[in-house]
């Protein structure tokens, strides 16, 4: 049986936990040994909307573990500008590649090209719903810093409703006992459905619209920036855009000598350039552990993980 990575609902606590573990270990491998792991193998990665460091990590991984990388045209050089459906072109794409990394503008869409595709697939986020491998990239580094994903304490500030990135980390922190506050407008808070499923697992958090009614409990500040390309109507994200910056002035001093700050990326304007130099900056670090932990990811997804 194929195995795919869609979403953190299909990942149980210590599969988590495995992929973390294994980014570890291909950490600590010797460059010229991880060329041979992947050596003959092809990955294609399709990414349907912009991205930087995703689409390049992924190849940037593949590439440093021996695999070759496919690329998807963008679209106007494409058979999609011909009218070629996105499952045909899952169906397509499967026949030249063993691992298929996927990127969509539209929820679900990843699933749909696992269902469709006999070759693994790897969601790289779709709409605002999951993106797996963000979210096991901020645990990494998350646990290299604090040594435990253990009953910590986190605020998510911003757009929290089209934020797919924070409703993909949420549901994996209900394995860990976290206690969160959740900072935003109340028209971009936390979706209803995720804070159900939070009260299902006794998972205590707060809803404010001020970071600063927590900052002195926190042990992760998890900053995201408000997404313009979700929203319909632009006076209203032109309202919201500035709503949360974060600098030396409102942040050193205020919260704990040892809070992470962690940004999925890219960031606007939301995080103070200032800030890049402060122990608590840990975003660019976290971009970096991008590459280790896709490498795992498709290392688990072809069956590898006795190759390191």
Same mark, same amino acid.
Do not use: W
């Given at each position: 049986?194929k195995?795919?990575i869609?979403?953190?609902n299909?990942m ?5 936990m495995?992929i973390l573990?294994?980014a570890?270990?291909?950490e600590?491998?010797?460059?010229e040994?991880k060329?041979?792991?992947l ?6 990665? !399709?990414? +349907?909307e912009?991205?930087?460091r *995703? ?7 593949a590439?440093?573990?021996?695999a070759?990388?496919?690329? !998807?045209?963008p679209? @106007?050089?494409?058979?999609? $500008? ?17 691992v ?5 503008p +539209?929820?679900?869409?990843?699933? !749909?090209?696992s ?5 693994p697939?790897i969601?790289?986020?779709d709409?605002?719903?999951q993106?797996?491998?963000? *979210?096991? !990239? ?5 646990l290299e ?5 253990? #009953?910590?304490?986190?605020? +998510? ?5 089209y934020?797919?990135?924070v ?8 394995h860990?006992?976290? *206690?969160v ?8 808070q936390?979706?209803d459905y995720?804070l @159900? #499923?939070? /009260?299902?697992?006794?998972?205590k ?5 001020d ?5 002195d $409990? ?11 390309? /979700?929203f ?12 949360? %910056?974060i600098?030396?002035? #409102?942040i ?8 992470i700050?962690l940004?999925?990326?890219? /960031?606007?304007?939301?995080?103070s *350039?200032?800030l890049?130099s402060t122990?608590h900056a ?6 970096? #552990?991008? %590459?280790p932990i /896709?490498?795992a ?6 069956? $590898? @993980?006795?190759?390191v």
């Open positions: 049986m195995k795919d869609i979403s953190m299909d149980a606590k210590e599969e988590i495995e573990r294994l570890k270990k291909i600590n491998t010797p460059e040994e060329l041979k792991i050596s003959g193998k092809i990955v294609s990665t !399709l990414f +349907f912009p991205s930087t *995703t689409k390049m990590s992924f190849e940037s991984a590439y440093r573990l021996g070759n990388v496919l690329q !998807l045209p679209a @106007e050089y494409s058979s999609l $500008k011909k009218g070629e459906s996105f499952l045909d072109t899952i169906k397509m794409v499967e026949s030249y590649s063993d298929i990394v996927v990127r969509h +539209f929820d679900g869409a990843a699933r !749909l090209a269902v469709a595709s006999i070759k697939v969601n790289a986020g709409g605002s719903n993106h797996p491998s963000q *979210t096991l !990239l901020d645990l990494y580094t998350i810093e604090k040594g435990t994903l253990e #009953n910590l304490s986190i605020a +998510f500030v911003g757009d929290l409703k934020g797919r990135t409703h993909s980390l949420m549901r994996a922190l209900t860990f006992n976290p *206690t506050y959740f900072v935003a407008p109340q028209i971009l936390m979706p995720l @159900e #499923n939070l /009260r299902k697992n006794n998972i958090y707060e809803i404010l619209s970071f600063r009614d927590c900052l $409990k926190i042990d992760v500040f998890y900053m995201t920036r408000i997404q313009k390309e /979700r319909l109507d632009v006076d209203e994200y032109e309202k919201l855009k500035g709503v949360y %910056i600098n030396k002035k #409102n050193i001093g205020k919260c704990k000598e040892d809070m700050i940004h999925p990326l890219p /960031r606007v304007d939301e995080i *350039t200032d890049d122990k840990l975003y660019f670090k976290q971009a970096k #552990n991008g %590459i /896709r490498q990811m498709m290392l688990k997804v072809l069956e $590898k @993980e006795k190759m």
